[in-house]
Each structure stands twice: as structure tokens, then as C-alpha cells.
């Protein structure tokens, strides 16, 4: 089973930052995902096994940046947050895919951490 861990959550202020960690050892394929009250769980961003790939959602691409260190942590740097960034943030992952692979919806992903809840106040 494997077991993810997402930290790193809390409170910020409209244009203030946050960086979410995820904690997932192993080859796999990560990705984040948020679920704002009242709203499906969406896409935020994702990052290959190898780290050589990334992508990132429109809504959000000019402000935040997944990265990954080997194996081990995957983060999302959140910058200039907005009010509308408030969600729930979940990490996910996948351990099958091309290594250079990036995958973009919940369907393609196995497993998920509990979420880590952000809150931006105006």
C-alpha cells in the first residue's frame, strides 16, 4: 500500500505564498490536485517519475511550481495566492505510465493523501 502525505497547509493572505510537501518514496508519477468547497477536485499540477516533466494548470501556471526531489518529496510552490486558491490540496500517485509521462486526470492516479486544507483570506 502506499502511503502519501501532504504538508505544509495552513492560512495566507491574498498574495502571500505557501509550499505544500508531499511525501511519497518511490518511482512514481505525482500529481496535485485541490477541491474548493462546492466545486469538483481539479487538476493543479503534476510531474513525471523522473522529474523530467512537469505541467501545470492554466489557472494557476503563472504562480505556481511543482518540483520534486528524486524519488522521495514532491512540493507546489504557491505564490501570490488568491482568494479563489482556497481548496482542500491533495497529493496523488500513480506507479505505472512512461517515465517521462505526466498525467492530468483523477482517473489516472491509484493512490491519494488525505488532503491539506489552504485557506487565503482577502
Known amino acids: 500500500q502506499v502511503q502519501l502525505e501532504e504538508s505544509g497547509g495552513g492560512w495566507a493572505q491574498a498574495g502571500g505564498s505557501l509550499r505544500l510537501s508531499c511525501a511519497a518514496a518511490?518511482?512514481?508519477?505525482l500529481g496535485w490536485f485541490r477541491q474548493a468547497p462546492g466545486k469538483e477536485r481539479e487538476f493543479v499540477a503534476g510531474?513525471?517519475?523522473?522529474?523530467?516533466?512537469k505541467d501545470t494548470a492554466e489557472s494557476v501556471k503563472d504562480r505556481f511550481v511543482i518540483s520534486r526531489d528524486g524519488e522521495n518529496n514532491m512540493y507546489l510552490q504557491m505564490n501570490n495566492l488568491k482568494v479563489e486558491d482556497t481548496a482542500v490540496y491533495y497529493c496523488?500517485?500513480?506507479?505505472?505510465?512512461?517515465?517521462?509521462?505526466?498525467?492530468?486526470?483523477?482517473?489516472?492516479?491509484?493512490?491519494w493523501g488525505r488532503g491539506t486544507q489552504v485557506v487565503v483570506s482577502a
Open positions: 496523488a500517485a500513480r506507479t505505472q505510465g512512461l517515465a517521462g509521462a505526466v498525467f492530468f486526470r483523477e482517473s489516472d492516479y491509484a493512490f
Open positions: 518511490g518511482r512514481f508519477a
Open positions: 510531474v513525471s517519475w523522473t522529474g523530467s516533466n
